[in-house]
């Protein structure tokens, strides 16, 4: 059972947005960095967001990402089809080690209308 | 190119061991940590296995704990996950993916797994 949950899907229309959130508590999301993971089953993951809201250089600024307290969201801007993929929340969680383990997101699937 | 090719998946019996490899090419290996990351059918990403870059610290996930061993080679490039007692729900895709600086530091820890392989099938049924 995943500490983070995320919404199991959302849709949207071509060039609309959506947002994707990731609740969790003090332990993971409110005291660690939250990352973001694209993921089509059978590809390799891509990391999309770093640090909470940083982008890695490749990654188009349609996406961003926030954090309050014990809550992340990512967004999507100007949705594309090729953004059709699973989404998840990825973060530390230190209530499970000294040294803290990683933990995902349940996962968020886009389907674009 | 960077790459992460990870290899060894197979069918295998519940009870039995599998070892799975992941190869690296294109950056130094020995700056990152290295984790590994399994996905089951119709089912979520699960963290599982972390290995620092110096071989120092190493975690496990609950579900693997006691029966799953990471370890890796820098002189090959390499990080292995050797398991052992293999049950049905250790089927799924395995991956592994970098991390340029896992850490934790006054209570708040930090890292990103940056990039992954394309991923192992590792089947267990009789």
């Known amino acids: 059972q995943s500490l983070l949950a995320q919404p199991p899907s959302v849709s949207a229309a071509p060039g609309q947005k959506v947002t994707i959130s990731c609740s969790g508590s003090?332990?993971?999301?409110?005291?660690?960095?939250v990352c973001w993971y694209q993921h089509l089953p059978g590809t390799a993951p891509k990391l999309l967001i770093y640090?909470?809201?940083e982008r890695p250089s490749e990654i188009p600024d349609r996406f961003s990402a926030s954090k309050s307290g014990t809550s992340a969201t990512l967004a999507i801007a100007g949705l594309q089809s090729d953004d059709e993929a699973d989404y998840y929340c990825?973060?530390?969680?230190?209530?499970?080690?000294?040294?803290?383990?990683?933990?995902f997101g349940t996962g968020t699937r886009v389907t674009v209308l | 190119e960077r790459r992460l090719v990870e290899s060894g998946g197979a069918l295998a019996q519940p009870g039995e061991s599998l070892r799975v490899s992941c190869e690296a090419s294109?950056?130094?290996?020995?700056?990152?940590?290295m984790n590994w990351v399994r996905q089951a059918p119709g089912k979520g990403l699960e963290w599982i296995s972390f290995?620092?870059?110096?071989?120092?610290?190493?975690e496990y996930a609950d579900s693997v704990k006691g029966r799953f061993t990471i370890s890796r080679d820098n002189a090959r490039n390499s990080v292995y996950l050797q398991m052992n007692s293999l049950r049905g729900e250790d089927t799924a895709v395995y991956y592994c993916?970098?991390?340029?600086?896992?850490?934790?530091?006054?209570?708040?820890?930090?890292?990103?797994?940056?990039?992954w392989g394309q991923g192992t099938q590792v089947t267990v049924s009789s």
């Open positions: 290995v620092s870059s110096d071989n120092s610290r190493v």
């Open positions: 640090d909470d809201s």
């Open positions: 993916a970098r991390d340029p600086e896992a850490f934790c530091s006054g209570g708040s820890c930090h890292g990103r797994l940056d990039f």
């Open positions: 990825g973060t530390w969680d230190s209530s499970l080690s000294e040294g803290g383990l990683y933990v």
């Open positions: 003090s332990s993971n999301i409110e005291n660690n960095d």
């Open positions: 294109g950056f130094t290996f020995t700056s990152y940590n």
